[in-house]
């Protein structure tokens, strides 16, 4: 009698254990049974079939008895909100059921949601433990996402060796996605010793396998000319369908050999449509080459409010040169109202990127007080910035402002040195100061031969007051052989381009027959057009001449001098 308590419990447990297992079907009907069928293939076919309302109901039945395959197909619909109402929060708890009960790709998914935080809060941590679990148990996808974090340093410390590691264990199961990151880490030297003809055998693989990132990246790798034998035609129908199946990247590099004509003549038409779609997708770069031809009008019709749009988009991408052009036609007013605060916005991002043509921009704003107050010692500071970077016109203006005091201390001699810096890079402006500066002896030991060898850089260049001030030194003899026919032709050069103080100077040589005959007719006209350029000197010059000419041909000239334009350099 003793024992008959524990024989109850046993005989209970025992009938507990036997008791049928109860499942409702796809028309409704309930069904009993020891065991749940072996898997879920009705479901699979309904959703084959494009019933995935049907296919839902099937997998809750075999969900709610606990199957983990069911458990995660349906995680996937309500994650979908394919076939039932979007649910990311029961989702996630049928994969954590799924994934507790030893089911791999469940696992994969529940590392998934903890990482992106989706129908609850993320939890990185914990992810990269799922992702492991599934790893280790051989899912490849799983192993993808846990090599490339851990080469990626996202969600666990850095560790390129076993990133590799897992990313090679993905590839050696066909997985297109590892064996594209491999050929990325050929590529950089990511974690393998840098490669290109390696990378370039792994992206062929992921290739072959329809991955649009590799088959871009192939495109991308032949422009390189850095692996024998691998040729842009080849691998142009990969980038085309690359392109064709919606890849952002590849519509950006499809358009740009289309634009710059790397397999053939170069076909806007083409360039366009590309560029279009992949502006489209949020590519800046294509948003600010878009926005170049819009300005140009090259390939499409020219139009400065599309322009700024697309600068616009491309600047809140973060692209820096797109930050840096829109400011450009804020400060201006082109394709949108002026406005010297916003530019001064977008400046100031794109200097925080590094674009020294940006920190200029803010040390001209803050020295003239455009949309800001002025502040010499803040333009200074922008100033400086651009100039150690390399960029000439700051360390022209840093240079003058270190030689007039401004802003800075008075230093003459390391100003001096910033122009030279800029005149050595090509600037004509910077050239033309450090040849006055010698002519001068302005805090240098006069040398008019340094002087006419900096004129005579800037006037190469075509820049007009090169030209002048060359021409002066040839008719005077000053640091260059003493040449009038040539003095002339210079300083006639930079009268033709426009150059109001050149054209004073030529009206003078004309008025009194320097190099040539003497001609007031035309030694008036010039004169008159130094003028009309601001030239208060050769409006009293001009003056001192008519009553030398009669009426109709002061007419005359005066009439062609408003028809007046400037020859090109």
Same mark, same amino acid.
């Given at each position: 009698?003793?024992?008959?308590?524990?024989?109850?419990?046993?005989?209970?447990?025992?009938?507990?254990?036997?008791?049928?297992?109860?499942?409702?079907?796809?028309?409704?009907?309930?069904?009993?049974?020891?065991?749940?069928?072996?898997?879920?293939?009705?479901?699979?076919?309904?959703?084959?079939?494009?019933?995935?309302?049907?296919?839902?109901?099937?997998?809750?039945?075999?969900?709610?008895?606990?199957?983990?395959?069911?458990?995660?197909?349906?995680?996937?619909?309500?994650?979908?909100?394919?076939?039932?109402?979007?649910?990311?929060?029961?989702?996630?708890?049928?994969?954590?059921?799924?994934?507790?009960?030893?089911?791999?790709?469940?696992?994969?998914?529940?590392?998934?949601?903890?990482?992106?935080?989706?129908?609850?809060?993320?939890?990185?941590?914990?992810?990269?433990?799922?992702?492991?679990?599934?790893?280790?148990?051989?899912?490849?996808?799983?192993?993808?996402?846990?090599?490339?974090?851990?080469?990626?340093?996202?969600?666990?410390?850095?560790?390129?060796?076993?990133?590799?590691?897992?990313?090679?264990?993905?590839?050696?199961?066909?997985?297109?996605?590892?064996?594209?990151?491999?050929?990325?880490?050929?590529?950089?030297?990511?974690?393998?010793?840098?490669?290109?003809?390696?990378?370039?055998?792994?992206?062929?693989?992921?290739?072959?396998?329809?991955?649009?990132?590799?088959?871009?990246?192939?495109?991308?790798?032949?422009?390189?000319?850095?692996?024998?034998?691998?040729?842009?035609?080849?691998?142009?129908?990969?980038?085309?369908?690359?392109?064709?199946?919606?890849?952002?990247?590849?519509?950006?590099?499809?358009?740009?050999?289309?634009?710059?004509?790397?397999?053939?003549?170069?076909?806007?038409?083409?360039?366009?449509?590309?560029?279009?779609?992949?502006?489209?997708?949020?590519?800046?770069?294509?948003?600010?080459?878009?926005?170049?031809?819009?300005?140009?009008?090259?390939?499409?019709?020219?139009?400065?409010?599309?322009?700024?749009?697309?600068?616009?988009?491309?600047?809140?991408?973060?692209?820096?040169?797109?930050?840096?052009?829109?400011?450009?036609?804020?400060?201006?007013?082109?394709?949108?109202?002026?406005?010297?605060?916003?530019?001064?916005?977008?400046?100031?991002?794109?200097?925080?990127?590094?674009?020294?043509?940006?920190?200029?921009?803010?040390?001209?704003?803050?020295?003239?007080?455009?949309?800001?107050?002025?502040?010499?010692?803040?333009?200074?500071?922008?100033? @400086?910035?651009?100039?150690?970077?390399?960029?000439? #016109? *700051? %360390?022209? =203006?840093? +240079?003058? /402002?270190? &030689?007039? $005091?401004? !802003?800075?201390?008075?230093?003459?001699?390391?100003?001096?040195?910033?122009?030279?810096?800029?005149?050595?890079?090509?600037?004509?402006?910077?050239?033309?100061?450090?040849?006055?500066?010698?002519?001068?002896?302005?805090?240098?030991?006069?040398?008019?031969?340094?002087?006419?060898?900096?004129?005579?850089?800037?006037?190469?260049?075509?820049?007009?007051?090169?030209?002048?001030?060359?021409?002066?030194?040839?008719?005077r003899g000053a640091g260059v052989r003493k040449d009038v026919a040539q003095g002339v032709e210079?300083? @006639?050069?930079?009268?033709?381009?426009?150059?109001? #103080? *050149? %054209?004073? =100077?030529? +009206?003078? /040589?004309? &008025?009194? $027959?320097? !190099?040539?005959?003497?001609d007031p007719l035309a030694a008036y006209h010039w004169l008159d057009l130094a003028a009309l350029?601001?030239?208060?000197?050769?409006?009293?010059?001009?003056?001192?001449?008519?009553?030398?000419?009669?009426?109709?041909?002061?007419?005359?000239?005066?009439?062609?001098?408003?028809?007046?334009?400037?020859?090109?350099?």
């Amino acid at each position: 009698m003793t024992f008959r308590p524990a024989l109850a419990l046993i005989l209970l447990t025992s009938l507990a254990q036997a008791a049928p297992l109860k499942w409702q079907d796809a028309q409704g009907r309930w069904q009993y049974g020891d065991h749940p069928p072996p898997n879920t293939s009705r479901a699979e076919a309904l959703l084959s079939a494009g019933d995935a309302s049907g296919a839902a109901r099937e997998y809750e039945n075999w969900a709610r008895v606990g199957d983990p395959r069911a458990q995660t197909r349906l995680g996937e619909l309500l994650l979908e909100g394919r076939g039932v109402a979007r649910n990311p929060q029961r989702a996630r708890e049928l994969f954590q059921s799924a994934a507790e009960a030893g089911f791999v790709e469940a696992r994969y998914r529940l590392a998934e949601m903890l990482r992106q935080g989706l129908g609850g809060s993320s939890d990185e941590a914990a992810a990269m433990r799922w992702y492991t679990s599934a790893a280790e148990a051989g899912y490849p996808p799983a192993q993808v996402r846990l090599g490339e974090a851990l080469l990626d340093g996202d969600g666990s410390a850095r560790d390129t060796s076993r990133g590799i590691y897992w990313l090679q264990r993905a590839a050696e199961a066909g997985e297109a996605e590892a064996e594209y990151r491999i050929g990325l880490c050929y590529m950089r030297g990511e974690g393998l010793a840098a490669n290109p003809l390696t990378a370039a055998e792994w992206l062929r693989r992921a290739a072959s396998r329809g991955h649009p990132g590799a088959q871009q990246q192939l495109a991308e790798l032949a422009q390189t000319g850095g692996v024998p034998g691998l040729e842009l035609r080849e691998v142009m129908p990969g980038l085309i369908h690359a392109a064709q199946s919606g890849y952002p990247p590849a519509e950006l590099s499809l358009a740009l050999i289309y634009l710059h004509g790397l397999i053939g003549a170069p076909e806007l038409d083409k360039a366009v449509q590309w560029l279009k779609l992949a502006s489209a997708h949020g590519q800046a770069l294509a948003q600010f080459t878009l926005a170049g031809l819009y300005a140009e009008g090259q390939g499409v019709p020219q139009n400065d409010m599309q322009a700024t749009a697309l600068y616009r988009a491309a600047a809140e991408s973060g692209h820096a040169r797109a930050q840096f052009e829109l400011g450009e036609r804020l400060a201006e007013g082109i394709g949108a109202p002026r406005d010297d605060a916003e530019a001064i916005t977008w400046y100031s991002r794109a200097a925080k990127q590094g674009l020294a043509s940006a920190h200029t921009r803010l040390g001209e704003h803050y020295q003239r007080g455009l949309g800001v107050t002025a502040d010499l010692l803040l333009a200074v500071r922008e100033y @400086r910035a651009a100039a150690e970077a390399g960029h000439p #016109p *700051a %360390q022209l =203006a840093l +240079g003058l /402002l270190l &030689r007039a $005091g401004q !802003g800075i201390e008075r230093d003459a001699e390391a100003g001096t040195l910033w122009l030279r810096r800029a005149a050595e890079q090509g600037l004509p402006l910077a050239q033309v100061n450090l040849g006055l500066i010698y002519a001068g002896g302005d805090g240098v030991g006069r040398d008019d031969a340094q002087a006419a060898q900096w004129y005579a850089q800037a006037a190469r260049a075509e820049f007009a007051p090169g030209r002048l001030l060359l021409g002066i030194a040839a008719l005077r003899g000053a640091g260059v052989r003493k040449d009038v026919a040539q003095g002339v032709e210079l300083i @006639r050069h930079a009268a033709q381009q426009g150059y109001a #103080p *050149a %054209q004073g =100077a030529y +009206g003078v /040589l004309l &008025r009194d $027959g320097v !190099g040539t005959a003497a001609d007031p007719l035309a030694a008036y006209h010039w004169l008159d057009l130094a003028a009309l350029g601001g030239s208060t000197e050769a409006l009293a010059l001009r003056d001192e001449l008519a009553p030398h000419l009669d009426a109709a041909q002061l007419t005359t000239i005066r009439r062609s001098a408003r028809n007046w334009r400037p020859a090109p350099p």
